[in-house]
């Protein structure tokens, strides 16, 4: 809709926020998918500028909500895009300044719009509709995400993030080092003043002071507490969504060649991280800047004892120096140990009934005790080292106490003039107060190296390569089309080619089947068509377009897969089937449903499609999970879908409800059947014949009977039974084949 003269109308605040943000980034040179969006973030209507700064930072933008005036705005780099939020909470993307001199102007587009239509307004019609809030958008450089990368920077970056609270931490530690120093020199005064003099008044003057400190030292240590749980809370959220989002777009092989138990250990240790940088870290730090308050009154007081005391401590910094490459080490042991453990523990519990199957109990026991002992050792070899240090600090520190004592006791005796009783006293009180800091951090040595070992463990996972992001890829809407041209692929560390120069084109609409022997590579032709392998040669083309052209997403979004084993979540059955169309209306549902032949057995349960589902969907059957799969499939109506095995493991019932419905799933779509079994596959428009990685033949099932001795050969094995009876004496072997074929 266009608008004249900047008037907003009612129709353009009902602008979006991530349509916005398309608009946005587009001007960025960024092509993102609105759909992709929506279907990612949910209901955009709630969605708050900072929310779409997070979004804007996943999308590769850097992105700072800020407030701003009409002047600062009109003078908005080229490099730079801005999304204004408007009075009532809609948006508007902010496009280029018109310098008129009698009427100076800005242009807008309205995401409301379908169009995108320009809205241009002067600086009055805008001020009655705008408070100044901006999101600020530009776009992050190759150098710049690089810099995202997880490590100790990283984690002192989202401190910095709260810089406000931070400051206010730093101000409560001071201000605490400051309160610190009046119990001493309350001390000095007493035993110097008070009690040599007698003097009442002061003593009644100093006690109102103290009751005064205790008041303050008692608010700024809460304070300090308090604001300290919000910063933790704030990097535990950072943390964790950074963790998930690195997490989903890891390829395929990662987990593939990771054992899940491996990876669930390494990000668990993410916890131990965090807890050491808010807690004993920050508190360690924050203790260290009460130095900078209490060094200065030492040598205040006593210059020659402050010699004393900080000789000491560079001797106490030496020795925790020395001992920490051994923990280090030690440390190292440790992990290895329990990241064995832990893998066992999971890989017992995902495989529970083949060790229950197998009366595999008692091995596994025992193997569970030798991995348990190995930890337990390796863990009390840490401990035991990470004693030694405490034990020859320990002396250390005491002796900063008695030796400040002795000798300030010895200066008293010889110059009362250089040191008075109550100043030693005092001395003492802040000595002690200054080397608890160095006693801190020998004590947690072994937290630092178990924070180092578990960043080390949390970025080997999420600072793995990613899926390549194909930000600006294009997206077509699919009708089916698919080629292979001279495609060769081989598996990680395989050096025998999963895929050979494999050459073959499928009509949109057709129902295909894939046959071949195990390691032919059937599922290869349908992994790569998913995306989840890119480093293939040849070209794989998806209605005339290079497959690695097109966006990752969009195209996981056109293809529908059921696999020979399919995963269901925990939840309903309604929230299983919807849960890659959340918005799919009820009757759109249960058309998958029937598609699938699902429907007949969920209307038999008692709850119907609010039935629970346990967990990997324990409560049904084999048949019945992977009918739900297929109408998971379909409710997306993808123009390809894709069937790897997903008949292979049913009960001929299942199997021939899924079969007599084939013909319909198929209508207006592009259909992959991967079956080991024929006989399903005989319908088939065409059908294609692996053999150990090359594309043996093509055609259909009476033109393969025909010219393809490996067909024939596989297809004799499996139906045997058809003509294992006395042939038609009129006829020959062969031409009873091909009677039955």
Not at 235 to 256: A, K, Y
Not at 373 to 397: G, H, I
């Amino acid at each position: 809709m266009r608008m004249d003269d900047g008037d907003l109308g009612e129709e353009s605040h009902a602008g979006a926020a991530l349509a916005a943000l398309t608009l946005a980034a587009r001007r960025l040179g960024l092509s993102l998918s609105l759909d992709e969006l929506r279907r990612d973030y949910g209901d955009e209507a709630s969605l708050s500028l900072h929310q779409l700064a997070e979004i804007s930072h996943q999308q590769g933008m850097k992105a700072k909500p800020i407030r701003l005036n009409w002047k600062i705005l009109s003078r908005m780099e080229d490099g730079v895009s801005a999304l204004i939020e408007l009075a009532d909470g809609s948006y508007l993307v902010f496009e280029k300044f018109i310098d008129d001199p009698s009427t100076p102007r800005m242009v807008f587009r309205d995401p409301a719009d379908p169009k995108a239509a320009r809205l241009v307004l002067d600086e009055l019609r805008l001020g009655e509709n705008w408070n100044g809030h901006v999101l600020l958008l530009k776009r992050q450089t190759a150098e710049q995400r690089q810099g995202d990368e997880f490590g100790f920077p990283w984690l002192f970056q989202q401190v910095r993030q709260d810089g406000r609270l931070v400051r206010d931490i730093v101000i409560a530690a001071l201000s605490l080092g400051v309160l610190a120093l009046v119990p001493s020199f309350f001390y000095m005064v007493v035993i110097d003043r008070v009690m040599v003099h007698h003097r009442l008044s002061t003593l009644t003057v100093m006690a109102l002071a103290i009751a005064v400190v205790l008041v303050f030292d008692m608010t700024l240590a809460y304070l300090r507490r308090s604001v300290t749980a919000v910063v933790s809370a704030r990097m535990d959220v950072r943390l964790n969504l950074l963790i998930f989002d690195r997490l989903s777009r890891l390829p395929i092989e990662f987990f593939e060649q990771n054992a899940t138990g491996g990876i669930v250990h390494r990000l668990g240790e993410a916890r131990r991280l965090r807890g050491f940088i808010t807690g004993q870290l920050f508190g360690s730090v924050l203790d260290m800047l009460s130095l900078l308050v209490l060094i200065p009154a030492m040598f205040i007081l006593s210059p020659g004892l402050t010699f004393w005391v900080l000789g000491l401590a560079g001797l106490m910094a030496l020795v925790l120096f020395a001992y920490m490459g051994p923990v280090r080490r030690a440390y190292a042991e440790v992990m290895g140990s329990e990241h064995r453990r832990t893998s066992m523990l999971i890989e017992t519990i995902n495989g529970m009934r083949t060790v229950k199957s197998l009366a595999l109990e008692g091995r596994k026991r025992r193997e569970w005790d030798q991995k348990v002992a190995e930890a337990v050792n390796r863990q009390t070899d840490l401990m035991l080292l990470a004693n030694q240090p405490q034990t020859l600090l320990a002396p250390l520190e005491k002796l900063i106490y008695a030796g400040s004592l002795l000798i300030g006791a010895y200066l008293v005796i010889v110059d009362e003039h250089t040191v008075m009783t109550g100043t030693l006293v005092a001395f003492t009180m802040i000595a002690m107060r200054a080397t608890q800091p160095l006693v801190q951090m020998a004590g947690m040595m072994q937290q630092m190296e178990e924070a180092r070992g578990a960043l080390k463990q949390v970025a080997s996972v999420i600072n793995a390569e990613p899926e390549p992001r194909r930000e600006n890829g294009v997206r077509p809407q699919l009708s089916g089309r698919i080629d292979f041209e001279e495609v060769r692929f081989a598996y990680p560390g395989s050096p025998i080619p999963a895929l050979n120069a494999v050459n073959f084109s499928i009509r949109p609409g057709s129902l295909v089947g894939i046959m071949g022997r195990s390691g032919s590579g059937k599922t290869t032709v349908t992994r790569l068509l998913q995306g989840l392998h890119q480093n293939y040669s040849g070209l794989i083309r998806l209605d005339g377009v290079e497959m690695k052209e097109i966006d990752l997403y969009h195209l996981r979004t056109q293809i529908g897969v059921v696999l020979q084993d399919s995963f269901l979540f925990r939840g309903t059955i309604r929230e299983n089937i919807t849960i890659a169309r959340p918005d799919a209306t009820a009757e759109e549902m249960i058309e998958a449903a029937q598609l699938a032949g699902a429907d007949e057995f969920i209307e038999r349960l008692p709850r119907g499609y609010d039935t629970m589902l346990e967990e990997h969907a324990a409560n049904l059957s084999g048949g019945q999970r992977q009918r739900l799969a297929i109408a998971r499939a379909l409710i997306v109506d993808p123009p390809v879908l894709i069937f790897d095995e997903a008949t292979s493991a049913l009960d001929p019932d299942s199997e021939a409800i899924i079969m007599r419905n084939l013909k319909r799933i198929a209508k207006g779509r592009t259909v992959l059947m991967i079956s080991h079994r024929l006989s399903s596959l005989v319908d088939c428009d065409q059908i294609l014949v692996m053999d150990r990685g090359q594309l043996k033949d093509s055609g259909t099932h009476h033109e393969l009977m025909q010219r393809s001795a490996d067909y024939r050969h596989l297809w004799n094995q499996q139906n045997r039974h058809l003509h294992s009876g006395p042939s038609n004496p009129g006829k020959s072997h062969d031409e009873n084949l091909d009677a039955v074929a």
